[in-house]
């Protein structure tokens, strides 16, 4: 199958993909067959502090979605790749008792259309994007795509819980407000990337922070080299 000439992010931004960094315009953008996305850094911090989340992050954690527990300076390597129009992505975390990756797929929501995750793309939208998370795939996340300052940022506006072939959409009152911010530190000459989860009258239940450096990078070399 040949390649999309644009990423679900290119096409959810439009003509305002322009206004992103040069490093985050690579970054979002169609990875060429045959070759791999490598990002490697450090998680600064990674989880959450509510203990009684645990034991359900517990069942995430095995679906390859997310980790219970609160977690410091975390090594990290993610892979990106554009695979049958999504954008998808692996997150290997180096935890102290052994490897966890976290996996999903990207895909383009266009401006008033209906998505997996349920109703409307508002009209007044360029589109958007659906992360689907998990293997199995577990969550969908429907997020608002902005450029604020050259980065990127997504907000959360449905979310979706998946059991088999059913999607059970989460109402307003219960859904969490997930926030991604990607941003170029041109200081540190790398990439930042932060995450925050709050639900309503609970607050804050997740959150990660860390920077990486990334490259393309041939996967036939990256297979036989290691890199």
């Known amino acids: 199958m040949s390649s999309p000439s644009r990423s ?16 985050l315009r690579r970054y979002f953008a169609v990875i060429p ?12 911090s990674f989880g959450t502090q509510r203990r009684w989340l645990w034991p359900v ?14 977690h410091r300076e975390v090594p990290f390597r ?5 695979e049958d ?3 998808t992505a692996t997150r290997t975390m180096k935890f102290d008792d052994g490897d966890w990756s976290m996996v999903d797929a990207v895909s383009f929501v266009p401006r008033g259309s209906r998505s997996e995750v349920g109703g ?15 293997k199995p795939s577990i969550v969908e996340a429907e997020f608002a795509v902005d450029v604020v300052n050259g980065g990127l940022r997504l ?12 999607r059970l959409p989460m109402p307003l009152v219960l859904r969490p ?24 009258l609970i607050g804050r239940v997740y959150e990660y922070s860390g920077t990486f450096t990334y490259r393309i990078v041939s996967e036939y070399l990256r297979s036989t080299r290691g890199n």
């Open 8 to 23: 679900a992010y290119e096409r959810a931004l439009g003509a305002r993909v322009a206004e992103l960094h040069p490093v």
């Open 33 to 44: 067959p045959g070759a791999v996305g490598v990002g490697e850094g450090v998680f600064e």
């Open 57 to 70: 992050l517990a069942i995430a954690k095995r679906c390859g979605v997310i980790v219970p527990g609160v």
């Open 78 to 82: 993610v892979e990106n790749r554009t």
């Open 85 to 87: 129009g999504e954008q």
């Open 120 to 134: 409307e793309v508002p009209c007044d939208s360029q589109g958007g994007v659906v992360d689907v998370l998990g």
């Open 155 to 166: 907000r959360s506006r449905r979310i979706a819980l998946r059991a088999g072939g059913l």
């Open 177 to 200: 407000v997930i926030e991604l911010s990607e941003r170029f530190d041109d200081t540190l000459d790398r990439q930042r990337v932060e995450l925050n989860v709050d639900v309503p």
